[in-house]
């Protein structure tokens, strides 16, 4: 079962592959078919086995030779093993799917922001729209008003929380992280946002560092927040309640 999750999640990663591409230039992520952005060749069956294709071709176009991104294969392994540690975390059922699908969305929007320095709005409303639907099934299963209310209170938290870093910094952080931010605490509530956000602070700090010292960044080069938020977010999603049993425990 574990290897046919793995398959599963490289496949919705091939398709996260096209919302990457498409969604900054606000195109259709339905039309036209899969393409080389080099020669326009519609790619066949053979030319998008996620992984495998790549591989084969030696990251070569079967129709011009352009080189294919390294993007493509990073993105279906990346979602396969997200997949796999969600799966061995939850089990199979409706947690795993909605968890899924917002691990997927963390990766579109943590490589769109990386690329284009852009949270699409898009991509948040259909996060918020998501989580709420989640909010509403563990009400129905668990019939527990509790899980909804420490879903409003992380989305009003993680919100609030950068729209003060916001207005302290003076434009440190963008409203596409504050919106990211609300989205998350949906998901994970008002510990779980709350974790994400120094994590994601943490790592985005040793990160930064490191760039300013090689040399990389300078002191006014902007560093996309989405990816950090998203890394963060992910191991909150996985070890969060370890973490936090840890850090509690030492009080």
């Not at 398959?7 to 039309?31: D, E, M, W, Y």
Request: include cysteine.
């Amino acid at each position: 079962m574990t290897f046919l999750i793995i398959i599963f999640g490289t496949i919705i990663g091939s398709f996260l592959n096209v919302c990457v591409f498409r969604i900054p230039h606000k195109q259709s992520i339905a039309f036209p078919a899969s393409h080389c952005f080099h020669c326009h060749h519609t790619l066949g069956v053979l030319d998008l086995i996620p992984l495998l294709s790549f591989i084969f071709l030696k990251g070569k176009c079967r129709y011009c030779g352009e080189k294919i991104s390294i993007q493509y294969p990073i993105i279906e392994l990346t979602n396969g093993i997200i997949y796999l540690f969600l799966f061995l975390k939850f089990g199979l059922g409706y947690s795993f799917i909605f968890y899924a699908l917002f691990s997927s969305l963390l990766l579109v929007i943590a490589m769109i922001d990386f690329k284009t320095g852009i949270i699409p709005n898009k991509l948040i409303i259909f996060g918020i729209i998501l989580g709420s639907i989640y909010l509403m099934m563990n009400w129905i299963i668990n019939r527990s008003f509790l899980i909804i209310k420490d879903g409003i209170l992380g989305f009003l938290a993680g919100a609030l929380i950068i729209l003060v870093i916001i207005l302290i910094s003076r434009g440190g952080m963008g409203a596409g992280d504050m919106k990211l931010m609300g989205v998350i605490g949906l998901f994970l509530g008002l510990k779980g946002v709350v974790l994400s956000l120094f994590l994601g602070i943490l790592v985005g700090g040793i990160i930064g560092a490191v760039l300013l010292m090689t040399k990389i960044k300078d002191r006014k080069s902007a560093i996309p927040f989405g990816p950090f938020l998203a890394l963060g977010t992910f191991v909150s999603l996985y070890w969060g309640e370890q973490i936090i049993n840890w850090y509690l425990s030492l009080l």
